[in-house]
């Protein structure tokens, strides 16, 4: 038996997990869930996602990918050139990086707005103070003045002066009736998910195949470092970006190691 075999079981905080275990970032990544679950914040059904996700990121070899990369910074640049952008928060985005979602959303100005698949008032008040305690000010949400058209009620329900008026949504973890939806309506989205294959991904503008552990943070570094650039120079990473070459190149990292 390894040294490493008992410890996402024992495990009671994340700075107990090894850093050089070799599945370091995937018992970081159920960790947060399991605890996101126990905080009320994430739903029983985000660890599903969640296992999902891993088994793509284990093929992607817990690495961003050049093309995931690129499709980071040219997702930064969206943000940076929107009138409106805004930052979709769910169970398992808030349990993953919350602190990093609210660094992002501060480096490009954008807004913060809980939309939940299960949607209570229980959770969403849960993820709302959760994300004031790692220094978001304003969350938005809990109005849920607006509907998405062409989607059922619960998950329709976003805020008139957030996720409805927004130009530029970054949806992360999506599901993918709702990613649709959001497309119908207009907006450029931004998706980040480890399936290329998933629909939400599919109908992205900018499909971001990543862990979001790992894509959030260097979403925030690419937009701190393209803050001075003009709006030019921002048109045209937007404009160089082909995302069936981004998806295609996922797609063959994750079935051939290639
Ligand atoms: P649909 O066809 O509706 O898109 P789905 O199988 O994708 O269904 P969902 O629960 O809607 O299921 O979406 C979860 C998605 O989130 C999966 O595609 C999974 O790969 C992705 N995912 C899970 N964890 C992460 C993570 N940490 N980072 C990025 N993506 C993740
Ligand atoms: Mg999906």
Redo the contacts with the bound molecule.
Sequence with gaps: MSEYDTVSAEVEHEDEIPEDHPRYQDLL?RHRIEKGVEKGITHL??M??????????YLLGEETIPSADAAERVAAAHLLLADHPVLSING?VAA?VPGEMVDLAEAVDADLEVNL?NRTPERMQAIADHLREHGATNVKGLEADARIPNLDHQRAKVDEAGIYAADVVLV??????R?EALEEMGKTELV????PL????QVAEVPI?????R?VPNMTDHALELADADESELRKIVASFDREAALEAAEERIRRGL
């Design positions: 990544t059904q985000g599903h996602a969640e296992g999902r996700g891993s088994a793509f990121d398992n993953l698949f992360p973890l999506e599901d993918g009736d990613a980040i998910d480890l399936n998933s629909r939400s991904p195949v990543d862990n979001i552990i894509a």
